[in-house]
């Protein structure tokens, strides 16, 4: 979406409330204002429709919380960035339409060296897209060592989401699924059963078809989603080669970053609900948040609501099985190519996903949409997991040639309903991009940082320079005190796609 300015962004309309953190008023005097954090150089290039957006979604119903995080820009309805908590209501907006897009990182045992040729490095990027699709609509079928993907797993893998019999029945390995945020989602009513009646319901009309996205498992979108293989840099501090010895990071090795959500499964679903509520709130002359047909939203209790998040769910156990799917196929091409690898999952965390979490005291849907979570040590969520008494991973991407980071929450990210910013944000809308940046420079610009791609050129939306400044983004997570860093990645080679983004 390119930047529209459709209200004046000045650093009057932000209180600052300490380095990198502010408050903005919301239209109503009555609600409590949109926490923002970000630095000042980090607010001010916040532009016009985010700024709407953040006031639109503030003032609608039953949202009782509201964060822009300093990756934030405008997105469809609510801000791509930003987090809103509800007890009350769930908003499809704040998810989007890529559910449960996400982040995984995939460890190996490769010492950084043994890829440093470009010999090496081109076997495995053509070992990779032989088993692992890219591109809007693209499945199994276009990638000859793909997996294939049978109906019955299919079904199974998005109403029971990483069970042990999915996991065994695409080749992957089942303990992976204890190094997801989630490894499955249930219903409304927190049954798997209730799944599969939604199943059975949507088998009619718009979303008839759902069965043939199955093909999609184990695949890449377009756009903003990509492979990378990495260079594992530990910061060197105690808490952080702690943090990463617990995480299971290797410095100096290989690891192999991936970003991508539930393909054309969720967005099916997520376009077929936008619209049914348009429908509703037409019908019955709701009014709409800002007057945003994107803002519609169900009260938690209704047959709307029900079935979105029934929708959501699936979407979700969809993109949960994606990534582990996409990961072991990137480590069954790492063992072709280096026979004797092996690999281990850090860690699968998402950005675009409506969740029930415990806040201010009550149960509250907490939907992040292009916001990650960060609980940190102690946190009762983490109970029972292998990051109780240090805090879960967070893997935030940068840019191919600013690197990636992975961070560990601190008590901080309690302020920002324990959430940080997915990665950089955009600083350039698509369309500007395409017509602004010089695609001979962005190819010069990966040679002359010796990062090959899979591309024949690069795609012009999606080079580094239509993105943030990822250094101001991450010092403003440290100044507000949510997270620290943990590791920085360098990639040696990126696995794109020039369609458009599912997200």
Not at 200 to 217: M, V
Request: glycine share 8%.
């Amino acid at each position: 979406m390119d930047i529209i300015e459709t209200e004046p962004v000045t650093q009057e309309r932000f209180i600052p409330t300490g380095e990198a953190t502010a408050i903005l008023p919301a239209r109503d005097p009555k609600l409590t204002p949109i926490t923002v954090i970000g630095t000042p150089e980090i607010r001010e290039k916040f532009d016009g429709l985010c700024i709407k957006q953040a006031l639109n979604s503030r003032s609608a119903p039953g949202v009782s919380a509201l964060v822009l995080n300093p990756d934030a820009h405008a997105g469809y309805g609510a801000p791509v960035g930003c987090v809103l908590a509800s007890p009350t209501h769930i908003y499809p907006g704040p998810v989007g339409v890529d559910i449960k897009c996400s982040m995984s990182l995939l460890q190996l045992n490769v010492p950084a060296e043994v890829i440093s040729d470009k010999p090496t490095r081109r076997a495995l990027i053509d070992a990779i897209v032989e088993r692992v699709p890219t591109g809007a609509g693209r499945g199994h079928r276009s990638a000859k060592k793909s997996r294939y993907i049978a109906r019955a797993v299919g079904l199974e893998a998005v109403t029971q989401g990483a069970s042990e019999s999915v996991c065994r029945a695409l080749g992957i390995p089942p303990v992976w699924a204890v190094r997801c945020e989630d490894a499955w989602h249930r219903g409304h009513d927190g049954s798997a059963d209730a799944l599969g009646a939604r199943w059975d319901a949507l088998q009619h009309g718009a979303t008839k078809n759902l069965d043939s996205r199955f093909s999609q498992l184990g695949s890449y979108g377009g756009g903003n989603h990509f492979g990378e293989c990495e260079v594992v840099q530990v910061a060197d501090n105690p808490r952080s080669r702690s943090a990463a010895e617990r995480f299971g990071l290797k410095d100096g090795h290989v690891a192999f970053l991936s970003h991508c959500g539930s393909r054309g499964f969720g967005y099916q679903l997520a376009n077929t609900q936008f619209r049914r509520l348009q429908e509703h709130f037409s019908r019955w002359n709701i009014p709409l948040p800002g007057d945003d047909r994107e803002l519609v939203y169900a009260p938690l209790g209704t047959p709307e609501a029900d079935a979105y998040i029934d929708d959501m769910s699936m979407g979700a156990n969809f993109a949960t099985v994606n990534h582990l799917l996409i990961n072991a196929l990137v480590l069954e091409a790492f063992a072709e190519v280096l026979p004797g690898t092996t690999g281990e999952l850090v860690y699968m965390i998402s950005h675009n996903i409506a969740r029930q979490e415990m806040m201010d005291g009550c149960k509250q849907w907490v939907h992040r949409k292009g916001a990650t979570r960060a609980f940190p040590a102690g946190h009762p969520s983490l109970a029972d997991t292998p990051f109780a008494d240090v805090g879960h991973p967070i893997l935030l991407p940068g840019n191919p040639q600013a690197g990636s980071a992975v961070m560990v929450a601190a008590a901080g990210a309690e302020k920002s309903c324990f959430s940080v910013n997915h990665g950089a944000g955009r600083a350039m809308g698509r369309r500007s991009a395409i017509r602004q940046l010089d695609q001979r420079s962005i190819d010069e610009s990966f040679a002359s940082q010796d990062i090959l791609t899979n591309c024949r050129n690069y795609p012009r939306d999606e080079a580094p320079a239509a993105y943030k400044d990822f250094d101001q983004v991450l010092e403003s997570v440290r100044l507000a005190g949510l997270a620290d860093e943990v590791a920085r990645l360098k990639a040696r080679f990126v696995i794109k796609d020039s369609d458009r983004a599912d997200d």
